[in-house]
């Protein structure tokens, strides 16, 4: 089964950093972009940036630039979200979402989620 | 930026109502336009993909049209399972996707 599988809940206090993961199996992981859409509580959809496993290639939404980070460890076929300081903004749940293949960058395959809470 | 607007922002519909959502672009996309279904507390699911093209497995109740800015996501015959938000998501401005502020189908 193709299937991506994210880290837990997270809780953190603002200013922690922090790292979400989303490993991929049952395909192969280098061939397809990997993706991270935030949504906050009750909001729709974000696009934050992606990943080109393949090369560690990546693109940022400017909305994320420069706040978060996005990288990938191909032996583990897991892709990573990273904050080094988060804040209480960051509070979202975030998905990572598969490329498809010919689908002109729609995302066929999604993560389960994970939420951030970010509080005092 | 490409601006994604979707009419309406919510919706009341029955089982077996046919129910089309429309989704404009602020500038042309091609038929580079995406629809999703997001359930409460899931993830969202890819439905149709460069405009009109039905993911393998969707029911054929699902079925999306347009070109340019103006696009529709038409569900045939509504069943209990549909109701739901629905956001369309541009993939012409690469790699700035942006998705609709959503639509959600409520019985």
């Known amino acids: 089964e193709v299937q991506l599988v994210q880290s837990g809940a997270e809780l953190k206090k603002p200013g922690e950093s922090l790292r979400i993961s989303c490993t991929g199996s049952g395909y192969s992981f280098t061939t397809y972009w990997i993706n991270w859409v935030r949504q906050m509580p009750g909001k729709g959809l974000e696009w934050m940036g992606r990943i080109d496993p393949s090369n560690s290639y990546t693109n940022y939404s400017p909305s994320f630039q420069g706040h978060v980070t996005i990288s990938v460890d191909k032996s583990l076929n897991t892709a990573y979200l990273q904050w080094s300081s988060l804040k209480a903004s960051d509070t979202a749940m975030y998905y990572c979402?598969?490329?498809?293949?010919?689908?002109?960058?729609?995302?066929?395959?999604w993560g389960q989620g994970t939420m951030v809470t970010v509080s005092s | 930026d490409i601006q994604m607007t979707q009419s309406p922002s919510s919706l009341s519909a029955s089982v077996g109502d046919r129910v089309t959502i429309t989704c404009r672009a602020s500038?042309?996309?091609?038929?580079?336009l995406n629809w999703y279904q997001q359930k409460p507390g899931k993830a969202p699911k890819l439905l149709i993909y460069v405009a009109s093209n039905l993911l393998s497995g969707v029911p054929s109740r699902f079925s999306g049209s347009g070109s340019g800015t103006d696009f529709t996501l038409t569900i045939s015959s509504l069943q209990p399972e549909d109701f739901a938000t629905y956001y369309c998501q541009q993939s012409y401005s690469i790699p700035l996707f942006t998705f609709g502020q959503g639509t959600k189908l409520e019985i």
């Open positions: 979402a598969r490329r498809m293949m010919g689908g002109n960058d729609a995302f066929d395959i």
């Open positions: 500038q042309s996309i091609s038929s580079s």
